[in-house]
């Protein structure tokens, strides 16, 4: 595809994600930087149900993750995750407050239980799942870390990068995955650090670094969205680290821990057994496998074991189509290849667990 006029395409979308407002569903919160640190106890699901809606942590803006669209509504690939957990729990994928959230502020919000589920690029590492109290739910898109170069560079590999600046936000793993990277490659670096990823962008396309580094995604919408000349840039294709992005909840909460894991891999599992958006309701009843139609509620059964009714899965998938939808909704569109994020069939990293 054309990349200029993808990202003249997506335009108005970014614009949009400038202009946010405060209020209610589908609209950041007012007081997002006062959370009470004060720990949530107690049934989630209870919560959710009492209040009427889910309260979703999301990015502050970022195309095809979590951006405004030109009529002021979020959409995107982590978005959808938290419309199909609205109509698995409430019944009604519209019933979410979405919460724009910067980084240094993302695990608070889901700690003090001000949001009931983190959805947003975050990478699972050890320390994040042990020491902050809080669950990963599974791996929703797989990324690694990469540079943002000029072409004109000539740097093709990430050690051709020996002695160069490089854009850096500070606090993320990619500070510290890039140091590590080029201490074991034995080269130098001049790491240029900033404090959020807006100065570190707008830095490196005013040449204050030879490069810029984080999530190969995030570069990528980096380059169609902010470079006056698209083509004039490269994401680099080698990897520097493994990064499985998705949801977070609080770790104190089993059940609900288990119905974000369960509606994530309903979204998996949709796609492995070839039900989407349009057809789950004639495959419900008509579909020769029972995995199936326990799935979707065909069959009863599935449900109690979450504190659900038979339907959740149903009305996840009906929310928002399966997870190859999404993607293809979301992400396609930017030029992203599936890649690590096919299924495992095709050669990818996508596993469902067993429906049954």
């Not at 889910?54 to 982590?78: E, K, P, V």
Request: glycine share 10%.
């Amino acid at each position: 595809m054309n990349r200029s006029h993808a990202s003249r395409r997506w335009l108005p979308a970014l614009l949009a994600a400038g202009a946010m407002l405060l209020g209610g569903c589908d609209r950041e919160p007012a007081g997002t930087d006062g959370y009470e640190i004060t720990a949530a106890k107690g049934s989630t699901l209870a919560r959710i149900r009492a209040r009427g809606t889910l309260n979703c942590a999301i990015h502050t803006g970022q195309l095809g993750m979590s951006y405004l669209d030109n009529r002021g509504r979020w959409q995107g690939f982590f978005v959808d995750y938290c419309r199909a957990l609205a109509a698995a729990v409430l019944g009604d994928a519209r019933k979410v407050r979405f919460m724009p959230v910067a980084s240094n502020k993302r695990f608070t919000i889901v700690q003090t239980g001000e949001a009931d589920v983190l959805s947003r690029t975050t990478t699972w590492t050890l320390t994040r799942d042990t020491d902050l109290g809080v669950n990963f739910v599974g791996t929703m898109y797989y990324d690694g870390q990469s540079f943002l170069v000029p072409r004109r560079s000539g740097v093709r590999l990430p050690t051709d990068l020996e002695g160069a600046s490089i854009c850096i936000t500070k606090g993320t793993t990619s500070e510290l995955n890039t140091a590590e990277y080029f201490e074991r490659k034995g080269l130098r670096f001049q790491s240029v650090v900033f404090e959020n990823p807006e100065e570190a962008k707008l830095a490196f396309f005013a040449g204050r670094c030879d490069a810029m580094t984080t999530d190969a995604f995030t570069l990528t919408v980096i380059r169609l969205a902010d470079a006056a000349h698209p083509d004039d840039y490269v994401v680099l294709p080698e990897r520097l680290t493994k990064e499985p992005v998705g949801p977070v909840v609080r770790s104190d909460d089993e059940q609900w821990f288990e119905i974000n894991k369960w509606v994530l891999n309903a979204l998996f599992a949709a796609e492995e057994m070839g039900v989407t958006q349009a057809n789950a309701a004639r495959m419900r009843t008509t579909s020769r496998d029972p995995e199936v139609r326990k799935m979707l509620g065909g069959l009863p059964g599935f449900g109690k074991s979450l504190g659900l009714d038979d339907d959740w899965a149903y009305r996840a998938i009906q929310a928002t189509g399966n997870y190859g939808e999404i993607f293809d909704r979301h992400i396609t569109p930017l030029g992203v290849e599936r890649g690590q994020n096919k299924l495992y069939r095709d050669g990818g990293l996508i596993y469902p667990l067993p429906m049954r």
